[in-house]
Structure formats: C-alpha cells, structure tokens
C-alpha cells in the first residue's frame, strides 16, 4: 500500500486508528513498525493488530518509506533525536497538533513533511483530515498520504500551512462542540420528563439522522432548516429563541478562539 515499512512514533488512540484502518484495506502487520516506549500500550498493540512494537529506534527502522509522527506534541524534541539516523529519508508525515511543519524539517532534517490534523472519529473510519505538504513532497507522496489515512475517514488538502489552525478549530475540535450540544439536549429531555437513556437516544439519532441528510443533500443547510421551520411552529420557536440568545454568533465566536488557540500553540511549539 505504501513504499517500504510504516513507522510510527507513538502508539496512542490516533496511531492505533490508523494502524487499524491499515490491516483492514489489505496492509500485512509486518509492514508496519511501532516506536512505543510505554510497555503495557506495547502489549496492547501486539495483542490486538500483531505489529511490532519497541520500546526505543534501531536498525530496524531503517527501511521506513514512511514515518507518522503520534506522540505528544511536548514530547516530540525527545522522541524525535535519538531516531533521526534511522528515519530522516523517510516521508515525513505528523498527526501532531500544533507542531509546524518548519519545526518538522529542522527536527527531522527532511523536507518531504506533510501535516496532518485528524479528528477523533478516526477511530471508527468516520474521520475527516486536514493535509498540508510541503514543497518538496512530491505528487505520489501525496497520494501515499491520501491512501494510508483513507481508511479513517476522508481527506481534505489546504494550499496553506495557516489553513491548518482553521480546520483544527472547525473539524480537529468540532466532535467536542457536537457532543456538547447533544449534552445539552440530552438534559433538556429530562427536564421535559424523558429518562436520560431516552434523551440519549433522541438526541444522538436525531443529530446522526440530520447530518446524514445533509451530506445525501444537494440543498444547503440552511435550505434544508427552513424545510422544517414552519412559521409559528415548534421548530420556529425553538430557533427564535436560540437566535434571541445570540447561540450562532457564540458558535462562530468559539471556533475562532480555538483557531487563535491553535495558532498560539504552533508559535509555541516552534
């Protein structure tokens, strides 16, 4: 699926999403190598894909065509320095927040760096990410990309490194504001009298039921809103009163502080 052996670094729920998505599209686990060096994520991964995992780098990395950095941004200078012998050829690729790409290239010493920003419904093949490659990365890199996170989910390429800190804040921390939202009316339900497995239920597959639609929908959604927004109806009424309490306005306003957020731990980590 990809040239040479994949190499990750870092063993975490994005890794193993990743990892995952692999062995089902046809990937043999032998192809895939772990740097991992928490012994009990170690088992974890051997027991449940069958891929190697180590503790630290060695020789054994060394005919990586591809390494995908998953550690913990504050602890990519650590990992990074002592497998820069065994990987500094490879396409580079981070799912790494905040960590930017120039960063990337003087850590590693590579310029064919490619950023990825996940989101968390990776873990079930329903992701979406956010890509930017650098120059250097040539056009069967990106499709190397392309093919080795389709199994999570879709792909979106951004001709801007900046562009990145926009699709952290609307997809990378989207599921956050979604589940916040179905929180809110879960209690909602009980307060109407519903029980919680009820309001549960409910919400989650309204809201599932909704997004479905909207993406089998060449109509827009806020065509699709009007659809069921009946002048002095139910859906009306509620809609009044999130515009009376200024709720998209909130909306816009939280998604533009994450990317501020976003764009201050990139200068950080840099």
Known sequence: MTSGVIAFVGGGNMAS????????AGTAPGQMRVVEPHEPQRRKLAAEFGVAAQAAG?????GAGTVVWAVKPQLFAEAVAPLKPWLSGALQLSVMAGIRTDALVAATGSERVVRAMPNTPALIG????GLFARPAVSGEERERVERLLAP???TLWVAREDDLDAVTALSGSGPAYFFFFVEAMMAAAVDMGLSPEQGRRLAL??????????????????????RV??????????????????????IRRAVRA???????????FG
């Not at 329903?126 to 990410?129: F, L, P, V």
């Not at 927004?229 to 009044?240: D, E, N, R, V, W």
């Not at 994450?258 to 950080?268: D, F, I, S, T, V």
Request: net charge negative.
């Open 58 to 62: 060695d020789e054994r990395l060394g």
């Open 229 to 250: 927004t009946s002048q002095g109806g139910t859906t009306h009424a509620a809609i009044m009163s999130l515009q009376a309490d200024a709720v998209d306005a909130a």
């Open 17 to 24: 999403a990743i990892i995952g998505g692999l062995l089902r």
């Open 258 to 268: 994450a990317q501020q957020r976003a764009a201050e731990l990139g200068k950080a």
């Open 126 to 129: 329903q992701g979406i990410a």
């Open 205 to 226: 597959a309204t809201c599932g039921g909704a997004a479905a639609l909207a993406l089998a929908s060449d109509e827009s959604p806020a065509v699709l809103r009007e």
């Open 152 to 154: 999570t989910g879709q």
